[in-house]
């Protein structure tokens, strides 16, 4: 039977190469759903202000670099992933670096959250400034995905906090033996 530290570090491999990709393919996607908005209703009737008719280009290029604020916090939070993965594969675990990887996606998840109330606004204004005066939009909002996001910071840095308690005692532990 494999040793479990090679198959943690095997599976982490895998992911790290996940990670990479999906740090490539947000702002892609991104960048194609609103290059495409016009065409693609799903899009439209997620974002925080109702489209009326057709969004010009300049619209769409603004919207983009406003949506770019979460998901720059979204890719951040992957790039602490994909380090928590390329630590795994080589065999560090439940080093302070580790734990650093956990805080740091802890607060991101909390940024995000942030960053995503804050693109509700941003987005109001951008998508309605074509709009005749007195129409405009300024929209502001929290739903259950920014709680969520929010709750689930505070729960990784909670387990970042414990970890790093863990790992000094076994830090410890170890001068003594």
């Known amino acids: 039977m494999e040793n479990q530290v090679e198959r943690i570090a095997r599976v982490s491999a895998r992911l790290r190469t996940v990670t990479t990709l999906l740090m490539i393919a947000v702002p892609v996607v991104l960048a194609l759903a609103?290059?495409?908005?016009?065409?693609?209703?799903?899009?439209?009737?997620?974002?925080p202000v109702p489209v009326k008719g057709y969004l010009p280009r300049g619209t769409r290029a603004l919207a983009f670099v406003a949506s770019m604020l979460p998901?720059?916090?979204?890719?951040?939070?992957?790039?602490?992933?994909?380090?928590?993965?390329d630590l795994y594969a080589h065999g560090v675990i439940f080093r302070a670096a580790n734990v650093?990887?956990?805080?740091?996606?802890?607060?991101?998840?909390?940024?995000?959250?942030?960053?995503?109330?804050?693109?509700k606004p941003i987005a109001g204004i951008i998508l309605t400034f074509h709009w005749t005066p007195g129409t405009r939009l300024l929209v502001l909002g929290i739903d259950s995905q920014d709680v969520v996001a929010g709750f689930m910071g505070l729960v990784v840095i909670t387990v970042a906090w414990v970890m790093d308690q863990g790992r000094v005692l076994a830090e410890e532990q170890e001068l003594y033996v």
């Open 71 to 85: 998901a720059g916090v979204a890719i951040y939070a992957l790039s602490r992933l994909w380090r928590l993965f």
């Open 100 to 119: 650093a990887c956990f805080r740091q996606l802890g607060w991101s998840l909390f940024a995000w959250a942030g960053a995503s109330f804050l693109f």
């Open 34 to 47: 609103w290059a495409f908005a016009n065409h693609l209703p799903y899009v439209l009737a997620q974002l």
